[in-house]
């Protein structure tokens, strides 16, 4: 089992910044990923981020540019820097940590609102 917890999130203006933590525990040993995705108000669930045990790093194209995704290993957490933000952001941010290829743990989410 792997449990995570994000945090964070909150209301910020249009153009501000916000860094999210996602902290890891439990059979970490397991995980060969970690992605942040987001629902925003009647969006499709999207895959905002990721990266890998190695350190490769992938980003939606919706924030290439904005984003940074980053992980302290001795504090198992990972953090994903959001810049510029955006209305468009606004959503619940969820951390994930995948198992052999698959998303398969879940935090409970973070809200984001960014006010225009």
């Known amino acids: 089992q792997v449990q995570l917890v994000e945090s964070g999130g909150g209301l910020v203006q249009a153009g501000g910044s916000l860094r999210l933590s996602c902290v890891a525990s439990?059979?970490?040993?397991?995980?060969?990923?970690v992605g942040w995705y987001r629902q925003g108000p009647g969006k499709q669930h999207e895959l905002v981020a990721s990266i890998t045990t190695g350190g490769s790093t992938n980003y939606a194209d919706s924030v290439k540019g904005r984003a940074t995704i980053a992980r302290d290993n001795a504090k198992n957490t990972v953090y994903l820097q959001l810049n510029s933000l955006k209305p468009e952001d606004t959503a619940v941010y969820y951390c994930?940590?995948?198992?052999?290829?698959?998303?398969?743990?879940w935090g409970q989410g973070t809200q984001v609102t960014v006010s225009s």
């Open positions: 439990g059979s970490i040993f397991m995980v060969n990923a």
């Open positions: 994930t940590a995948a198992i052999l290829g698959n998303y398969y743990y």
